[in-house]
């Protein structure tokens, strides 16, 4: 399968714990997006990296959220002691190159008790 | 603000008929617009795009309108498949380079067999 890998694909943790997702990019792609979506809502972007570079974090809450993309390994997404208002699905999309078509991954489903 | 407004939260149609999902946006900045298919617990799925300076573009059952003057587009689906069924977002960005996707809150398409 050479589609956007995303794990876990569900993760629950209490409230102060931290969360770390995880996102493969499609074979040959580079750049990687994350985006989040709140229940009943559309996706919002939140960071976009290249290997080993943040290029936009505008979309990225102030604290406790933090990305990175090194040169080997997948991109992370980290959240710090996470609340309630952190649940939600988190997406991860890759392209071959800036504003080439995203192929999405399946999500990370956060729960945050 | 919503830059990208799906009004119509569902939408039911008869197998076999057309379906017709209906996009806005207010941004007279966008210049290049995608529909992603979403179904329960899997990431989007990229269906079609159209760039500003069209105005219909056509992949096998899916037709994407564009009308820039009214700020508004249009997916077509026909004949309307069970399989179908699904969410259906609405996405566009800034053009060249750009890759800040901003989504509509979705349309819920159900196809009755």
């Known amino acids: 399968n050479a589609g956007v890998m995303q794990n876990p694909r569900h993760l629950v943790r209490r409230r102060g714990q931290e969360a770390r997702l995880r996102c493969s990019p499609m074979?040959?792609?580079?750049?990687v997006y994350w985006y989040r979506q709140l229940p009943e809502e559309g996706l919002k972007f939140m960071v976009y990296?290249?290997?080993?570079?943040?290029?936009?974090e505008s979309g990225m809450p102030k604290e406790r959220f933090s990305a990175e993309f090194p040169k080997e390994g997948p991109s992370i997404l980290r959240i710090q002691q996470v609340v309630r208002g952190d649940s939600a699905a988190y997406f991860c999309?890759?392209?071959?190159?800036?504003?080439?078509?995203?192929?999405f991954g399946p999500g990370t489903r956060l729960t945050v008790l | 603000d919503q830059q990208v407004k799906q009004n119509s939260p569902s939408l039911s149609v008869q197998e076999g008929r057309i379906s017709i999902l209906n996009c806005d946006y207010t941004?007279?900045?966008?210049?290049?617009f995608l529909w992603y298919k979403k179904y329960p617990a899997e990431g989007p799925t990229f269906l079609i795009s159209?760039?500003?300076?069209?105005d219909k573009n056509e992949d096998g059952r899916f037709t994407v309108f564009l009308n820039k003057s009214a700020k508004h587009l249009s997916l077509h689906i026909v004949p309307s498949q069970p399989g179908d069924s699904a969410v259906y977002f609405c996405?566009?960005?800034?053009?060249?380079?750009?890759?800040?996707?901003?989504f509509g809150k979705g349309t819920k398409l159900s196809v009755i067999p």
């Open positions: 941004n007279s900045m966008f210049d290049y």
């Open positions: 159209i760039s500003s300076i069209k």
């Open positions: 999309a890759s392209s071959p190159w800036p504003g080439d078509t995203q192929y």
């Open positions: 074979k040959g792609h580079s750049h």
């Open positions: 990296l290249q290997k080993e570079n943040i290029i936009d």
């Open positions: 996405a566009a960005h800034t053009g060249a380079g750009s890759y800040q996707l901003t």
